[in-house]
């Protein structure tokens, strides 16, 4: 099956700074979504982008399909951004998400 | 407000007892999942269903069971079969089309299941 990379696994970051968090596939995919998974448990949906660029305030996310790669940019940082984002994937006629391991965030003050 | 309900948040289970997770969605979405989650991993597949009365088995579905009765409704059993099922449970719905894959899901806010 296809298989989803996430790195970094694991960053920290003063409060302010700007991060690249990178998701890298290894086949071509029909839908990409990225989360935030907060310290609660919710499963928060940032991006449906399966391709292009899509922005939401602070965050972007760029995809490009054809070299099976999406990054997630997160300017000016704070504390409420830390937490776990993951990248997922379908593929073919299958409706199932595959997930990446995650990147777990850290801002601090 | 529209959205998916899970319940309940918090579920804990005796030796050789099976229990049932709650999901319901009010968005009109034709396709359901289920998924879980363990402590610093990401998530799993275990069921779905892109429409009423039919279903199929994920990736790690031994131990699990599910039924579709209701648009709306897509309960999951853990067996007294799944011998570690103490994790995070996440439903999950989209919208499907001729191309079902190409939409997004949206989740409920999970339910953690923990063995007594």
């Known amino acids: 099956g296809i298989q989803v990379e996430q790195s970094p696994p694991d960053l920290i970051l003063q409060e302010g700074a700007n991060s690249t968090l990178r998701c890298n596939f290894s086949?071509?995919?029909?839908?990409l979504q990225w989360f935030h998974q907060n310290p609660w448990g919710q499963l928060i949906n940032l991006f449906y982008?399966?391709?292009g660029t899509k922005q939401n305030g602070r965050l972007s996310a760029t995809t490009v399909a054809t070299e099976r790669y999406s990054l997630l940019y997160i300017s000016s940082s704070q504390t409420t951004d830390s937490g776990v984002y993951f990248c997922?994937?379908?593929?073919?006629?299958?409706?199932?998400?595959?997930f990446g391991t995650g990147t777990r965030l850290q801002v601090t003050l | 407000d529209g959205g998916i309900t899970q319940s309940p948040k918090y579920l804990f289970r005796k030796e050789g007892q099976n229990v049932t997770l709650s999901c319901e969605q009010n968005?009109?979405?034709?396709?359901m999942y289920w998924y879980r989650q363990d402590p610093g991993q990401g998530l799993r597949l275990i069921y779905y269903s892109q429409i009423v009365n039919d279903f199929q088995k994920g990736d790690i579905a031994e131990g699990y069971s599910v039924s579709r009765e209701k648009k709306e409704s897509f309960p999951l059993t853990v067996t007294s079969a799944q011998k570690n099922p103490t994790a995070f449970y996440l439903c999950?719905?989209?919208?499907?089309?001729?191309?079902?894959?190409?939409?997004?899901?949206?989740f409920g806010d999970g339910t953690r299941l923990s063995i007594l």
């Open positions: 999950a719905s989209s919208i499907t089309s001729g191309e079902a894959s190409n939409q997004p899901q949206h």
């Open positions: 086949d071509s995919v029909n839908n």
């Open positions: 997922a994937v379908t593929t073919g006629t299958a409706s199932k998400l595959t």
């Open positions: 982008i399966p391709s």
């Open positions: 968005l009109n979405h034709d396709a």
